[in-house]
């Protein structure tokens, strides 16, 4: 087709509908899909089901990006992308899980609960969060000690993200260290304090404190020393800062195929115990109706959360086996 | 068939027991009619985004969105059935692969099966047209 220039106003279009999709695509197919618009354009300036369209498959690009669809990627970059996208998803998970525990376990420190179905759920929630912090954990050593040989071995390219984790991991740490000294568990009767130990539930509720329904209570918030205000805005973005590196790095690393498939196997482990985890903060939630008191009553924001949480091991289910998949097909190609 | 695009057929799809019966294309959900389309396009040679819009039009009578024509164009060149031809132009041109040729053939021999069943009721029950 023969078509005059473009005009800016095309070209800014095209561009702004461009950004839709996840960089990596855009630079595999941005000219030419640049090239396909401004024609399309040329022949029909304006046409709303080509934005919805462009839109669209732009979100769906993301979630393949993520691991999350059938168009499933090459191997290796599945095995990372799906390995990312399980992390990120099960570290705000995770997150939530811990203020739940918190609130919970500062209940036990001063009395013990009023029901048999709390007293369950907070056990299964106990018990399974360990489990979940233990992957955790048995997946963060092998990567960060490849990370970190990766680095000494001038890998350019993961030293802005482990920066970025190292950075934030130490803001968590520290400030997290100093607010654990306002937990309201001190002082109580400690009858019931054996389920969590004082020193991690108060580490807990300090790492965890900007999980709170006080956001939609401004006039009560105000009254918050100043400095607490500040760590429940800092300490998310430190949080969310983490996870970017930590996700970066997952997708940058060069993962050797058997810590492929180690690290597709504890993802698989991960999610029975996130839905185990799940299933006692539902349980505790479900078990307290509206109206009722005392300092098991869960509120507004444990509603949230488990709703968050919910979403959150949807998509580690859907990302899981794909995964899995992958980083048996890669077993196959590199055996071979 | 280039060892590469096998490779890449067998990895990146689903290895179910449809698509070593159907074809890989059965394995792209919504996008199959769009890849077909597409496929049959390039069957007779190479072209880029815009052509391959209008030429599909041209004989299918549909008008594939830019959207879910690129989308069904990466789904192609990740299974390896098509390949970017090397161009100094940036509306970049794609052609068939061996895999995509037999892939279409298996995938347009299965249609025909079933519009000549469909077509065979058609004419018992309600007459020839």
């Known amino acids: 087709v023969s078509r005059t220039d473009p005009s800016d106003a095309d070209l800014r279009r095209v561009r702004q509908l461009l950004r839709w999709y996840p960089a990596r695509w855009r630079r595999r197919y941005g000219d030419e899909f640049t090239e396909l618009l401004l024609a399309e354009m040329a022949e029909q300036p304006s046409s709303p089901r080509r934005t919805a369209n462009v839109i669209g498959n732009g979100l769906l690009a993301r979630l393949t990006q993520a691991g999350l669809t059938n168009h499933e990627l090459p191997p290796g970059e599945q095995v990372r992308a799906g390995l990312a996208t399980v992390g990120c998803t099960l570290a705000a998970f995770a997150a939530l899980a811990v203020a739940m525990l918190a609130q919970l376990a500062t209940g036990w420190q001063w009395t013990s609960p009023h029901s048999a179905a709390t007293t369950a759920s907070t056990l299964v929630l106990t018990v399974a969060f360990a489990c979940l912090v233990l992957i955790g954990v048995a997946a963060v050593v092998p990567v960060t000690w490849l990370t970190a040989r990766a680095i000494v071995r001038r890998d350019q390219r993961l030293g802005g993200p482990a920066a970025l984790a190292g950075l934030t991991t130490a803001v968590l740490v520290v400030g997290t260290r100093h607010f654990e000294n306002g937990w309201p568990g001190t002082g109580g009767t400690g009858a019931h304090h054996g389920l969590v130990p004082g020193g991690l539930a108060a580490f807990g509720w300090a790492s965890t404190l900007s999980v709170s329904s006080y956001w939609a209570h401004p006039g009560l918030l105000a009254r918050f020393p100043l400095p607490e205000v500040g760590w429940m805005i800092l300490s998310p973005l430190a949080f969310a800062g983490l996870i970017a590196g930590l996700a970066l790095i997952v997708r940058r690393l060069e993962l050797p195929g058997a810590l492929q498939r180690y690290l597709a196997a504890l993802a698989t482990a991960a999610v029975p115990a996130a839905v185990a985890v799940l299933a006692g903060a539902a349980s505790w939630v479900l078990d307290h109706g509206p109206g009722q008191t005392g300092l098991f009553q869960p509120g507004l924001v444990d509603g949230t959360g488990l709703a968050v949480m919910s979403a959150a091991v949807v998509v580690a289910l859907r990302a899981v086996p794909a995964t899995l998949r992958a980083s048996r097909a890669r077993g196959d190609f590199t055996s071979r | ?129």
């Open chain 2, 1 to 129: 068939v280039p060892e590469s695009s096998s490779e890449s057929a067998v990895a990146h799809g689903r290895a179910n027991d449809r698509a070593a019966e159907h074809g890989p294309l059965v394995t792209f959900g919504r996008y199959a009619g769009p890849a077909t389309l597409i496929l049959s396009s390039l069957a007779d040679g190479a072209k880029h985004g815009y052509a391959l819009t209008k030429d599909i039009e041209e004989f299918a009578g549909v008008r594939l969105a830019p959207g879910t024509l690129y989308e069904a164009l990466s789904r192609l060149e990740g299974q390896g059935l098509i390949e970017a031809v090397p161009s100094d132009d940036r509306r970049r041109p794609y052609r068939l692969t061996a895999a995509g040729a037999q892939a279409l053939r298996v995938h347009l021999a299965d249609q025909r099966r079933v519009a000549e069943v469909g077509l065979r009721r058609l004419g018992k029950t309600w007459g020839s047209a």
